[in-house]
């Protein structure tokens, strides 16, 4: 669990994921079975209010006969009583439609805490747009990683995909962005959704295999969950690899969730772009896959040691971050020699602006997928907001960050110069097809 302190920088900043609202309790006390017609019109409204009043660019990816639609639609669908994941079912699809990854509805926590041990135990990913089993939340795995998942309690696999997708938010609306997130969050999302079954009954192709099989899982705790799905708020430790032998290095950043932690982060870089230098390492292979933004004061601090001159990270002076509109000086050692940069679609937030700013002054060369970001991103202090009755979290973005860049699009993600994915192929060989493309290019070079 996170110091307060640092929950509090989390939320007041624009670049972290809205899922941090996920760790807020509510009223544990109190159940939260069902609501009548009256409480939920009330929140429906507060909650078009709170939209309506407070987003600072509602319509940029939507338009406003759009979002009134929506809005409208969703009301006059309100029924004489609802359970939560039914009302839920109503209000997250139209923050998603919003094109904004800052802006959510989000279950409060008192409704994860009712059946705090009647999680769905698998962790996922899309592949080759099959649902695979990449893991459990439980101690033992009661399906192969590897195994495609088939349906869940009758319904198939891509059914529920499609309904998760339609509850995600994403700046631009950005598939690679929805699917990350949807297979990161997968138990929580299912449970917003479709609420707590009486068994998760999975049935699933066996790895590599035509065979299916069916098994009814152990359910996994709340705790389990938030404990993987949240482990980047914890700020884990960097990493960097030397292979002299090839002349490269490779440095994973699994986030740029720093804020209290700002001098370790600048340390971890003079330090080791200072063995670099020393060593005469000529390819530097910067894995920022799964990386979903974090503290702009730390992505300044490494993009002095790759800029190739003095350049601006922020297009306008914002509040706290105003200095970050000025050139940033080029660090001591900075590195000289081959970028390459790992992107996927968890790429988001500061992540965008960092990316943005290595694509658009040709800063070495993008490996993988597109990422789940573009060059600016809406978020703001003082986002969080609670409806009154079924006490829902509303996230808004409420200004707009935009990286010091000139004529690119919005509405499109940063791209790879070398298009890699991952398939269910490469993935049940345990093979990873995008640092081993990125390793082939160093020794090329």
Known sequence: MMKKVSMLKILTTCLLLAPSAFFVQGRQAETYD???????????????KILEEN???????????????????????????????????????ITAWIGCMHTATWMQGGFFSQQADNMFPLQVRLIDNYLVVTGSYNDSAEVPGGSIILEINGLPATT??????????????NPWFKDAQLTRRFSMFYASYFGFPDKYVVTYALPGRKTSATATLTPATIDAVRKVVFAHFSGP?????????????????????????????????????????????????????????GDPFCAVILLSYLEKKPVPYFAEPYGRYADLALPVPLAENHFTGNLYTLIDGSCGSTNGHFCALLSYHRIGRFIG???????????GRQTEFRLDNTQFIITVARSTYSAAVVGMDKRKPIMPDILVADTYKSFLEGRDVIMERALKEACDN
Request: aromatic residues 12%; contains cysteine.
């Open 34 to 48: 069902r609501f009548n017609r009256e409480e939920l019109m009330e929140d429906f409204q507060q909650f078009r």
């Open 55 to 93: 987003h600072c660019c509602l319509y940029e990816y939507s338009s406003k006969a759009k979002m009134d639609s929506l809005f409208d639609l969703s009301y006059n669908r309100i029924s004489d009583s609802m359970r939560p994941e039914e009302f839920f079912r109503l209000l997250a699809p």
């Open 160 to 173: 529920i995909v499609k309904h998760l997708r339609s509850i995600t938010s994403a700046d631009a609306l």
């Open 237 to 293: 430790p960097l990493r960097l690899d030397i292979m002299e032998e090839k002349s490269t290095a490779v440095m994973t950043l699994e986030t740029f969730i720093y804020y209290d932690k700002v001098d370790y982060f600048r340390h971890f870089m003079d330090s080791s772009f200072l063995v670099i230098k020393e060593k005469g390492i000529r390819n530097l292979i910067l894995d920022l896959r799964g990386n979903g933004g």
């Open 369 to 379: 997928t597109p990422s789940g970001a573009t060059y600016k991103c809406n978020a």
